[in-house]
């Protein structure tokens, strides 16, 4: 009983939010329902005691994620430019979508995630061959975020330096092509000047 | 055995085994209504002591008429709070507005769920203690985004603003030196770090060597940022934007902003605790380890000791000026972050050197003792 609640409320919580994302007619508050899914996943993952990784999904997506689409909806104005027609085939569309070939784009995509989520979830064995599923590091009474460490430390280290390093390179060249460039520094000047 | 308030209980009452789904439950949501009372009667005697200390600070007498010392002030205003009108301005985004607040003392009180208060005194002794409360405190953020973007208000947008960038910047060197600690208690469990250190100063992480003594100042400043107090309570600065990101609420809305701050900067000093000044430890005097009566004494040493710092937190703010944006933003990525990773690799160079050892321990190894 206690053990199928939390998968239920995560569930629940991820469908809800994903039902009224879609439904929403403003793009604000899609943005919060889309918070609302990333807290579920969240759940989810700490209803299967991972808890590192469900804290890394609240800290990344909940925090980091949302934060950054506020933030990319406020400076592009928001919901003021999307107009609505009350044609049926138009309320058929998501909201958030502009014409039909957008439609059938996001259509063609997600059934090709949906087939691969079925795939790799039913049909091949991919996860019940993996050396380090919940299952078997609950049998051996491991802290499963030690074990992490571990595989992270050790075995994937080159690939945990190398995704470090790439987050490096995107860091510098984001800023340095937020930085001012020299001709906007002298105008600047010349306005002080001006004065 | 894992140690929380649950596994406490049980050892005394064995025989509910039977019912353990129900018993737990029970245990669980008790504990958890007891945080969140005790909480927020903090936060309510924290607005008392603000205004009692800044009192003392500028020569003045403060609040006094309201029981004895003027200490029944916050419940008065509490009860002014509830019975005042409910205004939502015209034009403002109704669910978001109405939400905000919420989501801000809702991921609150969600950072409650790891701090050790005793050894069993804890609802839920997760190996990633540190790195979920830090976590946390971006949730806050889109809180008080949210609730600036959805006022409908220049003011409040600003304030939400301005927030919102602080919190995320301010993030990076606090993270970074908690790590320093993580790094030498090998282990982001709060319980853990707590265990690594003893019940005297010269046993805590603030003392165990240089570079943990610099972390714990870049800590503090860092936090106090994180949590909007002054010198650095930019998003609510009252000469510049009114109010900040709660210029439209009022009533019973704004007191819950208000209350999330105040238990914020609680769980922040808590954290503080945690990694620098020893936590929950306490003498044992022979007795055993889960026995009733030292619970009490750890989670006391644990309140006294975030108290104290909650009370330089106030001190702080009474004291210094506040600053501009571009000083805040310089403060952060200019010396905050540089001394914060300088920390890091220093500690584990020592740790490398001294085998981690702390400066009391090889001192004393020096003298031969």
């Known amino acids: 009983m206690f053990e199928f609640f939390w998968p239920l409320m995560a569930s629940g919580l991820v469908l809800a939010g994903i039902s009224l994302l879609c439904f929403s007619r403003n793009i604000v508050h899609s943005c919060f329902y889309l918070f609302l899914v990333f807290i579920g996943i969240g759940l989810a993952y700490l209803s ?20 950054i689409l506020l933030f990319a909806i406020m400076l592009t104005g928001g919901n003021e430019q999307t107009s609505f027609s009350k044609n049926i085939l138009n309320k058929l569309q998501a909201p958030l979508m502009g014409n039909l070939k957008q439609t059938a784009l996001a259509l063609i995509v997600s059934f090709i995630f949906l087939g691969a989520l079925v795939y790799f979830l039913f049909i091949s064995d991919y996860f019940s061959m993996m050396p380090f599923s919940p299952q078997t590091i609950r049998e051996n009474q491991e802290s499963l975020t030690f074990s992490l460490g571990m595989i992270l430390g050790k075995q994937h280290i080159f690939i945990f330096e190398f995704s470090s390093l790439l987050l490096l390179g ?14 906007e520094k002298e105008s600047v000047k010349i306005q002080e000047e001006i004065l | 055995m894992e140690k929380n308030i649950f596994t406490y209980i049980q050892q005394y009452y064995p025989d509910f085994i039977l019912l353990e789904w129900p018993f737990a439950f029970l245990v669980f949501f008790l ?10 009667i903090v ?37 002014k709070m509830i019975l005042k009108e409910d205004i939502i301005p015209e034009g403002v985004d109704k669910l978001l507005f109405k939400l905000a607040p919420l989501l801000c003392l809702i991921g609150v009180f969600f950072s409650t769920l790891v701090l050790p208060f005793s050894e069993f005194f804890v609802l839920f002794n997760s190996d990633v203690g540190v790195f979920y ?51 030498l208690g090998q282990g982001l469990s709060l319980s853990h770090l707590t265990s690594k250190q003893g019940i005297f100063p010269w046993n805590w992480y603030l003392f165990h060597n240089p570079f943990t003594f610099i972390s714990f100042f870049v800590y503090f400043v860092a936090g106090l940022a994180e949590t909007n107090r002054a010198p650095f309570d ?29 238990i914020e900067v609680f769980v922040l000093c808590a954290l503080a605790v945690v990694l620098f000044l020893g936590g929950n430890n306490a003498p044992s005097f022979g007795l055993d380890p889960s026995h009733l009566f030292l619970q009490f004494l750890q989670t006391l040493i644990f309140f006294l000791k975030t108290f104290l710092l909650y009370y330089i937190v106030i001190w702080v703010r009474w004291t210094l000026p506040r600053l501009r944006v571009d000083q805040l933003m310089s403060l952060c990525w200019k010396y905050l972050t540089p001394i914060a990773l300088f920390n890091l690799v220093g500690c584990a160079i020592w740790i490398w050197i001294f085998k981690g050892k702390s400066i009391g321990q090889i001192c004393l190894s020096f003298f031969g003792l």
Do not use: C
């Open chain 2, 31 to 40: 504990f958890a209504f007891l945080i969140i009372n005790v909480l927020a």
């Open chain 1, 170 to 183: 995107a860091l510098i060249v984001a800023a340095a092509i937020s930085r001012p460039e020299k001709e």
């Open chain 1, 48 to 67: 299967l005691q991972l808890d590192f990784l469900a804290v890394t999904q609240l800290v990344v997506y909940g925090g980091g994620v949302v934060m």
């Open chain 2, 43 to 79: 936060a309510g005697l924290a607005t008392y002591a603000e205004r009692k200390i800044s009192a003392d600070i500028q020569a003045r007498i403060g609040p006094n008429r309201v029981g004895p010392y003027g200490l029944l002030q916050f419940l008065a205003d509490g009860v």
């Open chain 2, 133 to 183: 409360l830090l976590g946390l405190s971006t949730l806050i953020g889109v809180g008080i985004f949210l609730g600036g973007y959805s006022s409908n208000s220049k003011w409040s947008l600003l304030g939400g603003m301005r927030s919102a960038s602080q919190i995320v910047s301010y993030e990076i060197p606090m993270t970074i030196v908690a790590l320093t600690i993580v790094l």
């Open chain 2, 234 to 262: 930019l998003p609510e600065a009252e000469s510049e934007l009114v109010s900040g990101y709660h210029t439209e609420y009022s009533g019973m809305r704004f007191a819950f902003f208000a209350l999330a701050e105040y």
